[in-house]
């Protein structure tokens, strides 16, 4: 039975275990019908020109994890950003797992989507944000819809910070052979509210995982979200990950994604800016080796006048890895004085690696200042030169530039401890012992 | 005192097109409808050899079995191939040895056009040849030409005096089933040029072909052919103008261009084609495809200037196949009323140190849309390829889009892509600055335009600089921003 069929025919035993009456019930059943009419997306559909699924379909992915595992958290310890405190939100295999979690209702709610879509006190919340910015017509993001119960919910009332970071950590057991995931996260940050979230999805063996998850996040007026993406799971992983995300006046939203590991990662990110003088900032790292395959598709939708986007996209290509960037602005007829960036450099380091750019404008309005840039690159020899007459080892030197190369994204990152556990990672990915902390 | 933005408005709306005349020469003209024997007779009507009718058969069966592309960022009302006629000359089929002989109003019609064959020929030293409802009507500076072996005639006529040359290269470069329009084009294409260019021969002039539909209800299909042999040189012309009608005529050309050894064509396009009235009615649709080869060392340079057309949809492109070849695409594309423009360059990078560069101006005015979309890819073999881009556009007013689809595809590490794209209006500042040194607004913004598109109109041989020049003005006249 192919992967589509099988989840087909599972909805109706998920829904068993739900409550029909709730309003979400609807939004899930057209979900469902959305996605048996469209299926998987293939290469013949133009944002899938360079991202197959194909392989995916064939494997025999369990789509409900049969028993809950515990797990200790000194195992998995090192997932986590464990330097700082933080609240925590994780999943195991999909469920939550109390144990290793730290959530709170003080103030700010940090907790999950399976009490916000039970519990009466959520529903207005639910009433309001579900599946308003996601969208109904993408089919992978409707099968996420149909199938959504599980996942982080975020919510920050006006005027308000969390006290902390929070994370959100999924991980895989591999008690299956093959296991599918679909979370469902639902932020919202109310006017003048603040918050930081790191998100990870982590398979800890080499059985196959594909994660297809769904983010809404909502920003009020003048709110400040900042969410970074770390993506350096096993090489069984696969990641499609849909990132929906609503702006309101004068609200901040910076999205930071690190495509370091993976077996396929596809990133849509979409902002919707439903303001004005609102700022949306994108940056991504992806350092790739292997057979890996990264696709990072974002979408700025301006719709109002004085607003500003950012985007800037760094990805270093080794081996036979891929790489996929398809950035798209669209500029509305009344979105004056937009002031869009777009940016995207690469370097390919082997004969094997390619990479696929398409940053791509669409611009309705006069007058607005927008451009963007692409390169395809190699590491500067004179550079390398200079930096080896200087008593740098060769391996060391290019590990250097390569991160001088990436730091452009890693500048803006607001969390130090994040920043130095990224350094590390992209250190050990270029295999050197340097700290890059100059 | 200068205008008001509104009266600029309203004049540059109610522009006339200036070619929008219908000349009264009988034509033979087939009847409506595309089927086997439609083919077959176009095949006929020019005594072609049984191997060419074969070839055209073979791309109809396979155009048949296609789809029309649906991808390009414009909507129109598909044509109706069936409402189409597929061959019209006009009637007094002329074998000119002089222009004496030319039908008087066909010289006439050219007269209007600005481009009277005989001023031409004593003037700007240019070789034409005119395809009128796309049958080749007038070859000047056939003997000049004839002494240094250049070949340059209908395409018609190659077939028939020279079918070795034309059995070797047509459809080499855009094979008949490479898409929808091209495989219509190699079915029923009537007339075209032919281009050779002998070994180490450096072409003395401009060669300039020149095209027009006349006859309502017809496409027109024309196919043009360049060779240039190793360490050939050739500079190529094309221009294009229909009447105005109100309903959509359908252009749909193939341009093959083969450049070996060594060799370079430069190709330089200015299109005209009756753009539709202010209402957005009529119009040609102009679905081209245009590609051209380059072995060892060669190098093809296309410029064009779009002004004209309904709906353009036109990529031409360059496959870099020998190691050292280039290829260099300029371009302005400027829409206005309800134009859609759909155009880019594709540069395929397959042999070593090949070099492309990418120099693409957008100007949209009115209710326009003007999109550039482009390839550039780079495999696995092509070590040390460069590339440049460039998609620079200007927007006048808030009722047009302008849009950017590049693609780019790298998949060896020593290749060297930059891209860069910006959208812009035209400044106050810059207005102002112009007023301030007594430059009205309508010739600041002409002055403006012009230095946009410097890059591009540079490229251009003189006597069509002059005239793209004038084209930008008449089409962007009033639209301040």
């Known amino acids: ?438 | 005192m200068a205008y008001t933005e509104e009266e600029l408005k309203k004049e540059l709306e109610t522009k006339e097109y200036e070619y929008g005349f219908y000349t009264d020469i009988e034509s033979d003209t087939l009847p409506k409808g595309l089927n086997e024997e439609i083919v077959i007779a176009i095949s006929k009507k020019k005594e072609e050899p049984d191997w060419m009718t074969e070839w055209r058969l073979e791309a109809f069966r396979a155009w048949k079995e296609m789809e029309e592309p649906e991808w390009a960022n414009v909507t129109y009302k598909k044509p109706d191939f069936q409402d189409i006629s597929y061959y019209s000359a006009p009637n007094k089929k002329p074998k000119y040895n002089s222009l004496d002989e030319v039908d008087p109003e066909l010289l006439d019609t050219f007269k209007k056009l600005g481009i009277s064959v005989d001023e031409q020929k004593k003037l700007a030293g240019v070789a034409v040849d005119i395809v009128m409802d796309s049958v080749s009507v007038a070859t000047t500076f056939k003997k000049t030409l004839a002494e240094k072996g250049i070949i340059f005639c209908s395409i018609s006529e190659a077939i028939q005096e020279h079918p070795e040359l034309v059995k070797k290269y047509l459809g080499t470069v855009v094979p008949k089933k490479d898409n929808f329009y091209a495989a219509l084009n190699s079915a029923v294409f009537s007339d075209g040029s032919f281009c050779y260019i002998p070994k180490g021969v450096r072409c003395p002039m401009e060669l300039s072909t020149y095209f027009r539909i006349n006859q309502a209800g017809t496409g027109q299909f024309e196919r043009t052919l360049v060779i240039a042999e190793e360490g050939s040189y050739v500079s190529y012309l094309e221009g294009c103008t229909a009447p105005m009608r109100d309903e959509n005529q359908l252009h749909a050309a193939v341009v093959e261009l083969i450049a070996l050894d060594n060799a370079e064509i430069k190709y330089s396009t200015v299109q005209n084609w009756f753009p539709g009235n202010k209402e957005g009615k009529g119009g040609v649709y102009n679905f081209v495809t245009k590609r051209g080869l380059c072995e060892k060392h060669a190098k093809i340079s296309w410029t064009q200037v779009e002004t004209g057309s309904a709906v353009t949809w036109k990529y031409p492109s360059c496959i870099l196949k020998g190691d050292y070849s280039i290829g260099e695409f300029y371009s302005i594309a400027v829409t206005n009323n309800f134009q859609q423009a759909d155009t880019g360059t594709k540069m395929i990078h397959l042999g070593k140190n090949t070099k492309s560069t990418i120099i693409s101006k957008g100007i949209s005015a009115g209710q326009s849309q003007n999109s550039y979309r482009g390839l550039v890819q780079v495999n696995s073999r092509a070590e040390n390829a460069r590339n440049f881009s460039q998609c620079d556009s200007l927007l006048m007013g808030n009722r047009c889009g302008a849009h950017t689809f590049p693609y780019i595809e790298a998949k060896n590490k020593s290749a060297q892509i930059e891209h860069e794209a910006t959208t812009s209006k035209i400044g106050e500042d810059q207005i102002f600055y112009c007023n301030q040194r007594g430059i009205d607004t309508e010739k600041a913004i002409a002055l403006i335009v012009n230095g946009f598109s410097k890059e591009v109109l540079n490229k251009l041989p003189m006597e069509f600089a002059v005239e793209a020049q004038k084209l930008l003005e008449i089409s962007l006249e009033g639209s301040v921003g």
């Open chain 1, 1 to 438: 039975m192919d992967l589509k069929e099988k989840l087909v025919s599972s909805f109706m035993a998920f829904e068993d275990g739900l409550d029909l009456d709730h309003p979400v019930h609807e939004e899930r059943s057209n979900a469902m019908k959305n996605f048996e009419t469209k299926g998987f997306p293939t290469k013949k559909d133009e944002a899938w020109k360079y991202t197959s699924l194909k392989g995916l379909q064939k494997i025999d992915f369990s789509i409900f994890p049969k028993h809950e595992t515990t797990l200790e958290y000194k195992d998995v310890k090192k997932y986590f950003l464990h330097e700082i405190d933080t609240y925590k939100i994780v999943f195991v295999d999909g469920v939550y797992s109390s144990y290793l979690s730290e959530t709170t209702h003080d103030g700010v709610d940090v907790c999950l989507m399976s009490s916000a879509f039970s519990k009466p006190m959520f529903k207005q919340v639910i009433e309001v944000y579900f599946n308003k910015a996601a969208s109904k017509d993408e089919s992978l993001t409707s099968l996420n819809t149909a199938f959504s119960k599980e996942g982080a919910y975020i919510y920050i009332p006006k005027n308000k910070m969390p006290k902390k970071p929070i994370q959100i950590l999924h991980l895989a057991t591999g008690n299956e052979a093959a296991l599918m995931l679909q979370p469902r996260n639902l932020i919202v940050a109310e006017d003048n509210a603040e918050v930081q979230i790191i998100e990870r999805h982590q398979s800890l063996t080499g059985n196959e995982v594909f994660t297809n998850s769904v983010t809404e996040i909502f920003a009020g007026k003048d709110a400040i979200v900042d969410y970074y993406k770390v993506q350096n799971d096993a090489p069984t992983a696969s990641l499609v990950d849909n990132t929906y995300i609503s702006q309101k006046n004068s609200s901040v939203v910076r999205v930071h994604t690190f495509s370091l590991g993976g077996k396929l990662i596809r990133n849509n990110l979409n902002f919707y800016q439903n303001g004005e003088r609102i700022d949306s900032t994108l940056k991504g790292v992806t350092i790739l080796g292997d057979k890996q395959h990264v696709d990072h598709h974002t979408l700025v939708h301006h719709a109002q006048p004085n607003c500003e986007s950012h985007q800037d996209y760094k990805g270093i290509f080794g081996d036979s890895s891929t790489g996929v960037f398809n950035g798209k602005i669209i500029v509305d007829k009344i979105a004056q004085k937009t002031d869009a960036f777009q940016q995207n450099n690469n370097i390919l380091l082997s004969d094997r690696s390619t990479i696929n750019s398409k940053p791509q404008l669409e611009i309705f309005a006069d007058d607005v200042k927008c451009s963007h840039g692409c390169t395809i690159g190699q590491l500067d020899d004179e550079a390398l030169f200079y930096l080896r007459s200087r008593g740098i080892p060769k391996k060391e030197a290019k590990a250097l530039m390569m991160y001088a190369f990436a730091n452009n994204v890693l500048e803006s990152v607001r969390i130090p401890e994040l920043k130095a556990r990224i350094n590390k990672i992209i250190a050990n990915k270029l295999g050197v012992r340097m700290g890059f902390d100059l």
